[in-house]
């Protein structure tokens, strides 16, 4: 940590922006040109807040499968630079060596084999400590400058201050009480950028009330698809829980970025409607359980129709899923049941659909869909193609990874890349 730096100290390179990104381009960059000097700004107090609160303070810091068609944005082939120099397994051994021991579980989900995501940033900030890389917390930068070949950095504390190369490393616009609200985008839109606007990425979807607040606390394992009338856009296997608002859990948060993208796109047809198809038991066919429901109708004559799917799902989803095939009374006996009804219940198991109404806001997002635009910055050195010594990595770009550690893995990809860039730059290749 420092004291307020003055203005007339020309920093080799000032790292908007304390999160992953910014931290790892600061060690990587120290570690490819120990003689640079590398000031990192950060608005909070601390480092890495969002970094403690990711994969449920576990950090899914990566995924073994990280390749392109794990990312989206308008240009998603601009991550395969970044993941192809800064693979899956580079990124854990540079991690190994900062003293980070990771883990893969059955998923491909890479965490630290702490469990902890404290361990990441204590790896983190311990390496920036021994590198001398210098860090001023606390400080917001309200608006950068070029002028006469440096960056002025104007900020909430003191004297400006400057830099020969700048990175913004600010994040996206999502969980704004971790310090990224989007002001990054006005930033780079200042410096002559171009920023699409923001929408919530990997966020708990909105649904139509009726059905699902019955259920609200289930949690459970489904195939869900979500259907934009009756193209199917797209299956996820996985976790489900439902709330009163509608589902959350790892299964509906991987298919919320596209609800969100489909809801912003201008040329949707407003009749069409999008909805979630649940299969509760995706493991098995509409006729084995059938032949099931049958078989049970005969053996338990005798007990009513509530009970008809003890053992096969939970109590509470039972009786909702019932209500909503049979029509009968729920105490009646199941030798009632008529084939239409068991048909019906059936179907209502492999094929429940509820109408999604939206997603949850940016509020409550874990990735930012949108940010500046790619085409922008050149993908060998994340540098802007309209003001060298200018760089970008991480959230801040239009690049949002799938859930599961992709997000992670492309802020600290693009954080190499830049700095990698960054170093060529005051090494003069790049210079004019
Ligand atoms: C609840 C939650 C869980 C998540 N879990 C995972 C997960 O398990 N795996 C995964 O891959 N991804 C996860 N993500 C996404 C992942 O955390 C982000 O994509 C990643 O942190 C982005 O890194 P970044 O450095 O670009 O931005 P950030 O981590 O957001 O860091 C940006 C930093 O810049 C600072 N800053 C912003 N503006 C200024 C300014 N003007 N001046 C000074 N400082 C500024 C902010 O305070 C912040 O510290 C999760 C996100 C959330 C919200």
Not at 1 to 29: C, E, Q, V, Y
Not at 70 to 78: A, E, I, K, M, V
Not at 166 to 181: E, F, I, K, Q, R
Request: glycine share 10%.
């Amino acid at each position: 940590m420092m004291s307020a730096p003055n203005s007339f100290r020309l920093w080799d390179t000032i790292i908007i922006g304390g999160g992953a990104s910014g931290m790892f381009a600061a060690i990587h960059l120290k570690k490819i040109r120990p003689q640079s000097s590398v000031l990192v700004v950060e608005r909070n107090s601390k480092l890495g807040k969002k970094i403690l609160i990711t994969g449920n303070g576990r950090c899914n810091l990566s995924n073994v499968a990280a390749s392109i068609d794990y990312y989206h944005g308008l240009d998603p082939s601009f991550v395969d630079i970044s993941l192809r120099k800064y693979s899956v397994s580079v990124i854990r051994d540079m991690f190994f060596q900062i003293d980070l021991h990771t883990m893969t579980d059955e998923f491909g989900r890479i965490y630290p084999i702490t469990q902890n995501s404290g361990s990441v940033l204590d790896c983190l900030r311990y390496t920036l400590s021994d590198l001398g890389v210098d860090i001023l917390c606390s400080t917001m930068v309200s608006s950068v400058f070029f002028e006469k070949g440096s960056f002025i950095i104007h900020t909430d504390k003191g004297e400006p201050i400057r830099g020969r190369t700048v990175l913004v490393a600010t994040g996206g616009a999502c969980a704004p009480h971790t310090g990224s609200d989007g002001n990054g985008y006005d930033i780079l839109t200042s410096l002559g950028h171009t920023c699409l606007s923001s929408m919530p990425g990997i966020v708990q979807i909105k649904t139509k009330r009726e059905w699902v607040k019955q259920l609200s606390g289930i949690r459970l394992h489904a195939e869900a698809s979500l259907f934009l009338d009756k193209d199917c856009i797209r299956k996820q296997f996985g976790e489900l829980l439902f709330t009163d608002y509608g589902v959350s859990g790892p299964a509906p948060l991987q298919l919320s970025s596209h609800i969100s993208r489909i809801l912003s796109d201008e040329n949707l047809d407003q009749s069409k409607r999008l909805y979630l198809h649940i299969d509760f038991l995706p493991g098995r066919s509409l006729s084995d359980i059938c032949e099931e429901l049958h078989n049970r109708k005969i053996k338990n004559a005798n007990r009513t129709i509530d009970t008809i799917l003890v053992g096969l799902v939970q109590n509470r989803l039972a009786s909702a899923l019932i209500k909503s095939a049979v029509e009968l009374p729920l105490t009646e006996a199941i030798s009632c049941l008529t084939d239409i009804h068991i048909g019906n219940l059936a179907e209502r198991m492999k094929d429940s659909s509820i109408e999604v109404e939206g997603t949850m806001g940016l509020k409550e997002a874990q990735v930012t869909i949108g940010g500046a635009l790619t085409s922008e910055f050149d993908p060998m050195t994340m540098m802007s193609i309209y003001l060298p010594g200018l760089f970008a990595s991480g959230e801040v770009l239009d690049i949002d990874g799938d859930c599961g550690g992709y997000n992670l893995q492309w802020a600290f990809s693009s954080a190499c890349i830049a700095a990698d860039g960054i170093n060529e730059y005051l090494s003069g290749k790049k210079n004019g």
